[in-house]
């Protein structure tokens, strides 16, 4: 087991210098100076080529990127040329939001979907089924940045039930922070105004980014308890006189969900890039929105940055999952 | 024999399929008895229908199967008029046990194999009388002692270990053990000892014998294998393409097999076929099954009148029943083959 995480451990490092390399290459061929950027509005042409002296922007791309792997090596993300601190500094105080706002998005597309995939397998081709393979075409069909819109426009605009933006209200001081993950936090610190506060902050942004999840996970439990009621040891607890509520929620639903669960890991990866998105749209201050801030100034570091946390992060969401699908199947265990 | 002493009896069951081709009649006609503390084992080819029967008698037949006919008696009581909520709660698992075909599938393989067998005694063990509390406790140990009588080393550590630890001679105890938990009055037994080596065969073979004199089994035992039959059951029913066509006392029906697809079936047996004998022609699809016996485009007997109707079956004094043209009154008794 441990041989089995050092293993994984050792196979992700080739992979995120191959995400470094390719998210270099990409941001730096695209014909926008950061020298310019660097050197603000007014500069004359004797300053930028100062600045890209100083950086090593005159350098072949192969230095600098050299240069690069070093900094990082010795954990030093560089400075942002957007707000002029160290790029770590700027990313811890954002990733809690982030991850709040993925987690929450996978626990209720998980939650959900995990009980909807249920039910349309046992009611299968009734319309039920029907409603919810609709559903579910469309859960994965519809366009965040359209979906969240609506959604705004529904709930903030015209009901006026929930916030429009932001994490926090204005108005709300922010609890004591600990974890940097506000639900946690306000309720750590028993402040039970900035928790609803902040749940109803949550609410549009989390659906928006879980419908996804959720459709896609609906149908995998679906298929998955579809394929394991086929099973001789299902008809063999049948027989056994199993109650059928028992059957399906537990002795059918942990054989099924092994599917489910490596999609939930590839899914994560597909939360934190729609989390770029959603993020934009609600001005969730995570680090999917400062990642379009840096794109748009062409703030290298920052966007290197960003990409090898997403890296890392999924790369340890799906060590996990590997993990845990040990854990639900003792044969899998055997292997590890 | 007196209707009191039979524990389970099967009249005339008809059951069908709709497939894409057309309705397969799966069972056609079957009668079946097993009269308390009996072992009777149902003999046939593959696909004759006799794990249908067992299914029936249970009720976890193909959602598609309509019962078109007959009646399935157990203790008195119609099972076919019960819904699937009243099987689960009052009969699987409690009144009858089940031994499944394949011990390899038949275990869910990410539960203990204590939760698995545990679980079916939660819900259908009868109290131990102990109160209640000790309820768990009861079923743990009773299950623990029903694990020795099968042979299981080391029964508690048994229980924590998952299926895939187990050879498949080890798990077909196991099955055994659950399908005994409860107490069961009867026992189906769906060719326990097909998916196992021969070796593993004859040690499940001589268990279940062993059990079913120490608690007194009635079993229905499924099996293609008349050598099995002769080992271990008392009576024996002979099924052919969805019809029971001969049944009797086990001795009786080896020694004086009067239905021609007994006799050939016997035949067949390498313990008893001079050279490699078999029967001419393929099983009868059940999708257009021959009119009448369905047995007589094979059968080296055949009259015209056996494509007319079904044979009626004769009873004997001995209680050897047949469903043959050849026996009934005023007919010449068949030749038996040499």
Redesign the interface.
């Known amino acids: 087991m441990l041989r089995f995480v050092l293993r994984r451990v050792l196979l992700v490092l080739p992979v995120l210098f191959g995400l470094l390399v390719l998210t270099f290459v990409l941001v730096r061929v695209v014909p926008n100076d950061p020298s310019a950027a660097l050197a603000g509005q007014n500069a004359t042409p004797q300053q930028i080529a100062e600045i890209r002296a100083k950086y090593g922007f005159d350098q072949p791309l192969i230095v600098q990127f050299g240069i690069y792997l070093r900094q990082v090596a010795q954990a030093d993300l560089g400075t942002s040329i957007q707000s002029g601190r160290p790029v770590a500094r700027d990313i811890l105080q954002r990733l809690p939001a982030t991850l709040e706002l993925t987690f929450a998005a996978l626990f209720l597309g998980a939650g959900l979907g995990v009980p909807l995939g249920v039910l349309a397998a046992v009611r299968h081709n009734t319309w039920l089924d029907h409603a919810l393979r609709f559903f579910t075409v469309g859960g994965v069909a519809i366009a965040s940045f359209w979906f969240a819109i609506m959604l705004q426009l529904l709930f903030s605009m015209q009901l006026d039930l929930l916030p429009l933006r932001g994490r926090l209200g204005t108005a709300m001081a922010p609890p004591a922070q600990w974890t940097g993950l506000l639900l946690l936090d306000s309720l750590l610190a028993w402040r039970l105004d900035a928790f609803v506060d902040a749940v109803r902050h949550l609410a549009l942004p989390a659906v928006t980014l879980s419908l996804g999840a959720m459709a896609t996970i609906t149908r995998f439990t679906r298929s998955g308890v579809l394929e394991t009621l086929e099973?001789?040891?299902v008809?063999?607890?049948?027989?056994?006189?199993?109650?059928?509520w028992?059957l399906v929620a537990v002795?059918v639903l942990?054989?099924s969900v092994v599917a489910t669960i490596t999609q939930i890991g590839l899914l994560f990866g597909a939360l934190l890039a729609g989390a770029v998105v959603v993020e934009s749209i609600y001005d969730w201050p995570g680090i999917g929105s400062y990642a379009v801030a840096a794109i748009f100034t062409s703030d290298y570091k920052a966007i290197l940055a960003v990409t090898l946390l997403v890296g890392v992060v999924y790369s340890i969401v799906n060590i996990l999952v590997d993990l845990i699908h040990g854990l639900?199947?003792?044969?899998v265990a055997?292997e590890l | 024999m007196s209707a009191g002493d039979l524990l389970l009896r099967v009249e005339g069951l008809r059951i069908s399929i709709p497939t894409d081709d057309g309705v397969a009649q799966i069972l056609d006609h079957v009668d079946l008895r097993i009269p308390r503390g009996r072992i009777v084992g149902v003999v046939g080819e593959s696909g004759c229908g006799k794990s249908t029967l067992a299914r029936a008698v249970l009720g976890i037949l193909p959602r598609a199967a309509r019962v078109d006919a007959g009646r399935i008696v157990f203790e008195g009581e119609d099972l076919l008029a019960l819904d699937q909520r009243e099987l689960t709660r009052r009969i699987r698992g409690k009144e009858i046990g089940f031994i499944p075909q394949d011990p390899f599938l038949a275990l869910n393989p990410t539960f203990k194999v204590g939760t698995q067998l545990l679980e079916i005694m939660r819900w259908h063990a009868p109290d131990g009388g102990d109160g209640g509390g000790g309820r768990r406790g009861a079923h743990r140990a009773r299950l623990l002692d029903l694990l020795r009588a099968v042979q299981i080393a080391d029964p508690e550590a048994a229980l924590d270990r998952y299926p895939h630890q187990f050879s498949g001679g080890q798990r077909q105890r196991l099955l055994i053990a659950g399908a005994l938990a409860c107490r069961p009055r009867l026992v189906i037994a769906d060719e326990p000892t097909t998916a196992l080596d021969v070796t593993t065969q004859l040690q499940i073979l001589r268990l279940l014998r062993d059990l079913a004199n120490r608690f007194g089994l009635s079993m229905l035992f499924v099996t293609h294998d008349f050598g099995v039959v002769a080992q271990l059951c008392d009576d024996v029913m002979v099924m052919y393409a969805g019809q029971s066509v001969e049944g009797g006392g086990t001795a009786e029906i080896l020694e004086r097999p009067r239905h021609p697809y007994t006799q050939l079936l016997l035949a067949c047996h390498p313990d008893r076929a001079q050279d490699l004998a078999g029967i001419p022609g393929t099983v009868a699809s059940p999708l257009a099954p021959p009119p009448g016996c369905r047995f007589h485009p094979r059968c080296p007997s055949a009259r015209p009148d056996c494509a007319v109707a079904r044979p009626a079956t004769v009873v004997d004094a001995g209680g050897h029943a047949v469903g043959c043209v050849l026996y009934h009154a005023g007919a010449v008794p068949a030749a038996r083959p040499s």
Not at chain 1, 235 to 244: S, T, V
């Open positions: 099973k001789e040891y008809l063999y607890e049948i027989a056994a006189g199993y109650p059928r028992l002795y942990r054989n639900v199947d003792r044969r055997a």
